[in-house]
């Protein structure tokens, strides 16, 4: 990192690597997941949407490069994007039969610009034969896997209802590492019954695998899930913005720091969230985030002897 840069960004990855600005672009497959189709349970993780934490366009009939197109149109105008990485978001994107799964990330892949593609999905959603799948494309492309694990505590995996377990998660790794796969891993700080120091335990155990990528997610919740009766009932209480940044600062600190931030916060949508509101204020949390790195003079890694040795 350079000296004034307080943690490895997204862009700053992509700029050292393709030399210009790339940007991800979110795919809806209309895949499922095994906690909404009866194969581990029905409607999700308990903070889920109906979306699967996606965009919706299968729903309104885009085929995949229709949605690459009309992001790439956006994503050029606003970022001045001139590469993209085509990223499968919603919902499990390997839990479908392998002719499928192919079929999408070739027509993905088949678009112009695209560098890089991007999966997410579950650990226990991943085999040797998928994998081998994926890594086919990595003598092409830059490809990335993301996921989702969201804490370290089987305790909390299980009362969200997840539908894996940690142990679940070390497999997926793994049978992943040593494939030329980028491993990026998601995680939710705030989740029910967790305190600070379980979340800096799962980033303490995270800086300790050999993983590429991580995507911060604060708990919001939303309009129709079990975490909105949770939360009305007076069984949840989502964390402040304060607590939030100052967490957020202090799992930086212990993140190995050649690990690659994605993403620094959670994204509602207006219409769907409950709470906190907070979240709607993303340019004012983020800024908040930066302005706490400056004022305590501390950056990734900070209070972390582990380097890369993977």
């Given at each position: ?28 497959a209309g895949l499922t997941c095994p906690t909404r189709n009866g194969t581990k349970g029905k409607g999700g993780c308990i903070y889920c949407n109906p979306y699967g934490s996606g965009i919706g366009a ?84 830059q490809v990335w896997i993301e996921y989702g694990l969201q804490s370290i505590h089987n305790r909390t995996l299980k009362f969200i209802h997840r539908g894996h377990s940690y142990e679940d998660f070390l ?127 501390t950056w990734q890694g900070k209070y972390l002897t582990l380097k890369h040795v993977f």
């Open positions: 990192m350079k000296e004034k840069e307080r943690y490895y960004s997204l862009n700053a990855f992509f700029k050292k690597v393709f030399g210009c600005r790339v940007h991800k672009i979110p795919l809806d299968y729903a309104k009939g885009m085929s995949i490069s229709a949605q690459i197109e009309q992001w790439k149109i956006f994503s050029k105008k606003r970022f001045k994007a001139k590469k993209f990485v085509a990223y499968f978001q919603s919902y499990c994107n390997t839990y479908a039969p392998l002719p499928r799964l192919k079929a999408l990330y070739d027509e993905a892949l088949s678009c112009n610009d695209i560098v890089g593609l991007s999966i997410g999905t579950r650990p226990d959603c991943v085999n040797e034969e998928i994998l081998c799948l994926i890594e086919s494309y990595t003598d092409r492309y497999r997926a790794i793994e049978i992943t590492v040593g494939r030329n796969i980028l491993i990026c891993v998601h995680i939710i700080l705030g989740l029910p019954g967790e305190k600070k120091e379980d979340m800096l335990e799962t980033v303490d155990a995270l800086s300790k695998l050999p993983i590429h990528g991580i995507k911060f997610h604060h708990l919001y919740v939303v309009k129709g899930t079990p975490m909105e009766k949770l939360y009305l009932e007076g069984k949840y209480r989502p964390l402040e913005q304060g607590e939030f940044v100052d967490i957020l600062v202090c799992c930086l600190e212990r993140l190995r720091e050649d690990i690659v931030v994605q993403r620094l916060m959670g994204d509602p949508k207006p219409e769907e969230l409950v709470t906190p509101e907070w979240s709607l204020e993303k340019r004012q949390t983020l800024n908040l985030i930066y302005k706490t790195l400056e004022e305590r003079d």
